[in-house]
């Protein structure tokens, strides 16, 4: 059979994560460094069940199911009081640790894509989870309409691109205030990935602009591998800088590359990252950075990418 999480589980942070997170902050501690421990919305072995209702879904029912693998939640009172105690236990952690408890809403955001169906025939978006679909019917009254792809005309579905980025606001917001009560010094991030939000549609169903603010978040993240890929510094440069657009001041923003690739324009993103004062640079991951062995400081000189 299949093995799911078990989403009352108490505590919901399973005992092999817990004791690494406790060391690896503790040690941070030591060095002087401050962490912020990250969680987006996906579940390795979360129940994909419909009546389970805790998995984003397409039009057809699938539930929606990424490559890492795991199961998307969604953003329903079923997904959210799980994310929730997984939250505040965090922040605990942190907290014995010695820090100032940190939290980042990771990839928290619809999924991006459609799913395909027979000669990559794009099927629909992640919108239709009863939750969901219950919420826009009360508030519309009538049923959630069918949204093929994120390339459709965000001015034909005036209802929708209004409520979708309203969930992921409630959610963050519920989350931030449950965490707040139990530690009332704890700060918060959000990841923004600019490159899989690089359409109109993006823009508008995945950033909830009144949730999302510099009043409640202590930094905005971007990050944009698919820029870093296609070795594109302009727009690398756009999503260095597209905190500010949502009234981040530089040391409210922070910049995530990944320094994987040595043939990529990772170093120079971080420069103008670097340039651009930021609260921080986050290196993404730090096994590939000590695997292939960077030299470090690298900010002295520029040079050509190089295929190790």
Same mark, same amino acid.
């Given at each position: 059979?299949?093995?799911?999480?078990?989403?009352?589980?108490?505590?919901?942070?399973?005992?092999?994560?817990?004791?690494?997170?406790?060391?690896?902050?503790?040690?941070?501690?030591?060095?002087?460094?401050?962490?912020?421990?990250?969680?987006?919305?996906?579940?390795?072995?979360?129940?994909?069940?419909?009546?389970?209702?805790?998995?984003?879904?397409?039009?057809? *029912?699938?539930?929606?199911?990424?490559?890492?693998?795991?199961?998307?939640?969604?953003?329903?009172?079923?997904?959210?009081?799980?994310?929730?105690?997984v939250?505040?236990?965090?922040?605990?952690?942190?907290?014995?640790?010695?820090?100032?408890?940190?939290?980042?809403?990771?990839?928290?955001?619809?999924?991006?894509?459609?799913?395909? *169906?027979?000669?990559?025939?794009?099927?629909?978006?992640?919108?239709?989870?009863?939750?969901?679909?219950?919420?826009?019917?009360?508030?519309?009254?009538?049923?959630?309409r069918?949204?093929?792809?994120?390339?459709?005309?965000?001015?034909?579905?005036?209802?929708?691109?209004?409520?979708?980025?309203?969930?992921?606001?409630?959610?963050?917001?519920?989350?931030?205030?449950?965490?707040l009560?139990?530690?009332?010094?704890?700060?918060?991030e959000?990841?923004?990935?600019?490159?899989?939000?690089?359409?109109?549609?993006?823009?508008?169903?995945?950033?909830?602009?009144?949730a999302?603010?510099?009043?409640?978040?202590?930094?905005?993240?971007?990050?944009?591998?698919?820029?870093t890929?296609?070795?594109?510094?302009?727009?690398?440069?756009?999503?260095?800088?597209?905190?500010?657009?949502?009234?981040?001041?530089?040391?409210?923003?922070?910049?995530?590359?990944?320094? *994987?690739?040595?043939?990529?324009?990772?170093?120079?993103?971080?420069?103008?990252?670097?340039?651009?004062?930021?609260?921080?640079?986050?290196?993404?991951?730090?096994?590939?950075?000590?695997?292939?062995g960077?030299?470090?400081?690298?900010?002295?000189?520029?040079?050509?990418?190089?295929?190790?």
């Amino acid at each position: 059979g299949n093995w799911y999480t078990d989403t009352a589980a108490e505590p919901r942070i399973n005992r092999a994560c817990r004791d690494w997170s406790r060391g690896f902050f503790g040690k941070c501690n030591a060095y002087g460094l401050d962490a912020t421990a990250v969680f987006s919305l996906e579940l390795q072995h979360g129940d994909p069940s419909a009546d389970a209702g805790l998995g984003q879904r397409y039009s057809t *029912g699938a539930a929606v199911m990424l490559n890492t693998p795991a199961l998307q939640t969604n953003f329903s009172p079923v997904s959210r009081a799980f994310w929730e105690k997984v939250h505040v236990e965090m922040a605990g952690i942190l907290a014995a640790a010695g820090h100032i408890p940190y939290l980042q809403f990771g990839e928290v955001q619809w999924w991006y894509f459609p799913n395909m *169906g027979p000669g990559d025939t794009p099927i629909s978006m992640p919108y239709y989870d009863q939750y969901t679909k219950d919420r826009f019917l009360a508030a519309y009254g009538f049923p959630l309409r069918f949204i093929a792809n994120q390339h459709v005309n965000p001015a034909d579905f005036p209802e929708e691109t209004a409520f979708l980025p309203s969930l992921i606001g409630e959610f963050t917001d519920a989350i931030r205030s449950y965490v707040l009560d139990a530690h009332p010094n704890c700060k918060f991030e959000v990841l923004y990935p600019t490159d899989v939000n690089d359409n109109a549609w993006g823009h508008l169903v995945n950033y909830p602009n009144t949730a999302w603010t510099p009043a409640k978040l202590t930094t905005l993240k971007t990050e944009s591998f698919g820029f870093t890929f296609s070795r594109d510094l302009n727009k690398s440069k756009y999503s260095v800088n597209y905190g500010e657009s949502k009234g981040f001041a530089r040391n409210q923003r922070s910049f995530l590359v990944g320094p *994987g690739d040595s043939t990529t324009t990772w170093e120079k993103e971080a420069r103008i990252a670097k340039k651009e004062n930021l609260e921080s640079i986050v290196l993404f991951a730090l096994d590939q950075f000590c695997l292939i062995g960077y030299p470090v400081p690298f900010w002295k000189q520029q040079r050509k990418g190089r295929r190790f």
